[in-house]
């Protein structure tokens, strides 16, 4: 029987009730931020603080408040799955209790621990529709989410949720003795006509039943109200209303044809097992239902305050009516998806599921605190819908400050917080992330130059960049002035860690590619190749920009500079090492650096043995003879002419198993390396020294494109590679995707097994691209 409540004592045993009171302490925590309703403030007359300037906002209009981002664009994002770090979150959220080895854990915020065999948007199409799977053990939760606007509907619409929980436990035939107790009979004895049979779960009681919470938080600090159980629609209930000055009075209704009615007919009327207090702020509701089970959630409101055909509303949004319009928006995602993406029938319908779910982690992430998915998660959405990727650029480039920093972390509130490592959280307005916005922005510049976009799309990208134009001159002056080198037209990533004792390689995390090796000792003479690349792109990009916008003056100073940043000679003769036909970071290296265990003394305590650094020789001015993904920066900007013989160079390097080259995609670190697959610290395992990522192999694979394509002696070469690479990339997501029911942060060099977080995966959605074959036409 299926019950609602929010507290049923009598259906909680102890460790259920444990669970749920752990529940109920972390909504409060995570809405507690928000003022409630009757909060007195007082308010003291103090001095005016002068704002410091590493917070005070660029003094320039703001992208967000450019028409095109107000209006219906901006009311059909307001109801959305965009919040980030839950399995299932809107303006409401959905946690379940799982079952693991016989004791009960809460699931809401996703992590590795809490071991689901898979989760994640099936299908999504970033405004009003979206489909997903979650398995938890042996329980199977899908979750459909459908918007709608009525002509009667507040500001935002009508918004409906169907949650499905199914078994994966198969059924078991026994038998039953003449007390009615079940005793074991073999599955051959079904055609016994002697034995009574019934079908009974594997598991104990705990496994047959779903144990579901919906919450709803208010953050305005307007009280919500308790339903009032029936409504005049059968099966259906009135689970809480209220009223907002943005939305009018709303309703939330539940309908489910599983046993919830057998309950409601006994009392005559839905009643909860606990009631609210005065004016609350949040409201949870426990749902307890056998599997399998299903519900339908709907969401109303009206801004007029009349109820007129609220009913037929609600109707729409459950049951078979919900079920025909969640169908007609499963098919018309299929049909866009199939338009933008346009995969060759070579793959099969394996990889389109996959195409499909590494669109749906952009959606998942869309509002998410790290810095991977500027850009990542850009290219797959520019194709999809070009206004909400000028949305989520225009956010990021109005974080700017007054001297044109963007922070490389965006950790928006206390929830975004409690997601971050420590040693993430704090910001140096010193240190930068690498520009990667300016790929899109290029995509985007090129695309209005080969007629891609139509006309409406055209005029939104050019009023976006006129006005974008004063704060990206911003970014590049911030970078070109605070990430220069020594030498003239020469960068290094600043943040390194000159003084540490514990790192093998002190990292780079501005790069973002952290422990990718660079000079042992980080110096002001160092050259970082591959920041002298993103210069090089954000010049030519803001070059063409300028075109654009028709400024000829300042296009033609940004193109001077990008002409300069490419100049061949100049850039062999600072990074290239002819003696391994491989290009170099620059800077005071020695080989020679190990990690030792040391006995360690501590001011009043004991030694204690660690890992420190020990330098074996002196370190000199040199090329840093590192063979990985910094290396082929010049390939993956094109920058090498196609006749010359340092492009077969690379080519080869790209090609060689005993460098890069895996059956699973192009490894991060060669195995020449003296630092390939070597730990940073006793704590830190090899990240950027060995696994495969994908946005690096989608970059190289854009080059491979580009290179087969135009006039050159090794044209066929690279289409040979391109293939073998691309192939390989594919067959190996498609194939984890498949055994683990995830697309994964990287993948193993070795094996081609996925590897750490399942959830920090903004560049692996690059995956839909490579199948589509989508890449920089400029």
């Given amino acids: 029987m299926t019950r609602i409540s929010r507290r049923n004592p009598r259906a909680n045993p102890k460790p259920l009730r444990m669970a749920i009171s752990h529940l109920l302490t972390e909504v409060w925590t995570r809405t507690s931020e928000y003022p409630v309703a009757g909060t007195n403030y007082s308010v003291n007359s103090v001095k005016k603080s002068v704002r410091p300037r590493v917070v005070t906002p660029l003094p320039a209009p703001k992208l967000m408040d450019l028409s095109m981002f107000e209006g219906e664009h901006k009311e059909s994002l307001y109801w959305g799955t965009y919040r980030p770090h839950v399995y299932f979150g809107i303006r409401a959220s959905l946690m379940w209790i799982g079952v693991k080895d016989g004791r009960y854990f809460m699931r809401h915020v996703c992590q590795d621990s809490d071991e689901l065999k898979t989760y994640g948007w099936t299908h999504h199409n970033g405004r009003d529709y979206g489909h997903q799977v979650l398995v938890d053990q042996n329980l199977k939760l899908t979750t459909s989410f459908l918007k709608s606007m009525e002509k009667e509907s507040s500001y935002g619409g009508d918004w409906a949720v169907r949650i499905e929980a199914k078994s994966e436990i198969p059924y078991k035939v026994v038998s039953c003795d003449n007390a009615g107790n079940p005793t074991a009979c073999p599955l051959v004895a079904i055609t016994r006509p002697s034995c009574v049979y019934r079908k009974v779960l594997l598991k104990e009681e705990m496994e047959n039943t779903v144990h579901l919470f919906f919450y709803v938080a208010e953050e305005g600090g307007n009280a919500l109200h308790l339903g009032s159980g029936r409504s005049d629609i059968p099966d259906v209930y009135i689970l809480a209303f209220g009223s907002r000055n943005d939305l009018g009075s709303w309703q939330l209704h539940l309908e489910s044809k599983t046993n919830l009615g057998v309950q409601a007919r006994k009392v005559g009327r839905l009643q909860l097992s606990d009631t609210s207090d005065d004016a609350p702020n949040i409201l949870v509701f426990q749902i307890s239902a056998m599997i399998p089970f299903k519900a339908d959630i709907a969401f109303v409101s009206t801004s007029s305050g009349s109820s007129s055909r609220t009913e037929d509303r609600v109707r729409s949004l459950i049951g078979d009516s919900l079920t025909g319009r969640l169908e007609q928006k499963q098919k018309q995602f299929d049909d866009k998806f199939k338009r933008c993406f346009n995969i060759s029938d070579e793959l099969n319908s394996d990889a389109i599921t996959v195409g499909k779910a590494a669109l749906g982690i952009c959606w998942e992430g869309l509002a998410t605190s790290m810095a991977n998915l500027k850009f990542h998660c850009h290219h797959p959405l520019k194709r999809w819908d070009v206004r909400i990727s000028l949305d989520i650029i225009g956010h990021w480039l109005d974080l700017m400050n007054a001297d044109g920093w963007i922070p ?371």
């Fill in 408 to 778: 490389r972390e965006q950790i928006l509130g206390a929830e975004a917080l409690s997601k971050v490592p420590l040693e993430f959280v704090l910001q140096h307005p010193t240190n930068g992330n690498p520009p990667t916005l300016f790929l899109v922005l290029r995509d985007l510049v090129c695309g209005i130059k080969k007629n891609k976009f139509t006309a409406s799309e055209k005029n939104d990208i050019s009023t976006f960049l006129r006005q974008a134009f004063v704060r990206l001159d911003a970014w590049f002056k911030w970078f070109n002035t605070t990430q220069s080198g020594k030498d003239a037209n020469t960068y290094y990533w600043h943040g390194r860690d000159s003084v540490t004792t514990r790192e093998l390689n002190p990292k780079s995390l501005s790069s973002g590619l952290d422990d990718y090796p660079r000079a042992s000792h980080p110096s002001e003479d160092e050259r970082h190749l591959d920041l002298r690349c993103w210069m090089h792109l954000a010049a030519d990009c803001m070059s063409s920009i300028a075109d654009i916008l028709d400024d000829s003056d300042i296009g033609k100073e940004y193109g001077l500079t990008a002409n300069l940043l490419s100049d061949f000679e100049l850039l062999n003769q600072m990074h290239f090492d002819y003696n391994n036909g491989a290009y170099f970071d620059y800077g005071n290296h020695t080989e020679k650096v190990r990690l030792s265990w040391r006995l360690v003394e501590a001011a009043g305590n004991h030694p204690t043995r660690e890992l420190v650094r020990e330098v074996l020789e002196k370190p000199v001015l040199r090329l840093v003879p590192h063979i990985g993904y910094v290396s082929l920066f010049p390939f993956m900007s094109r920058l090498i002419p196609p006749d010359s013989w340092i492009l077969e160079k690379q080519l080869d390097l790209i090609s060689n198993t005993s460098t890069l080259w895996t059956n699973f995609g192009l490894r991060s670190l060669a195995k020449t390396s003296s630092i390939y697959m070597q730990r940073n610290t006793e704590h830190d395992p090899p990240y950027w020294r060995g696994p495969i990522w994908m946005n690096m192999n989608y970059m190289i694979l854009s080059a491979l494109n580009y290179y087969s394509e135009v006039d050159g002696p090794y044209r066929d070469k690279a289409k040979t590679i391109y293939n073998d690479l691309r192939n390989n990339l594919i067959r190996n997501v498609v194939r984890n995707y498949n055994e683990t029911g995830y697309l994964w942060e990287q993948y193993d060099q070795k094996k081609g097994k996925g590897k750490g977080a399942r959830l920090f995966t903004g560049w692996t959605s690059l995956t839909v691209l490579i199948m589509a074959e989508a890449y920089a036409e400029c």
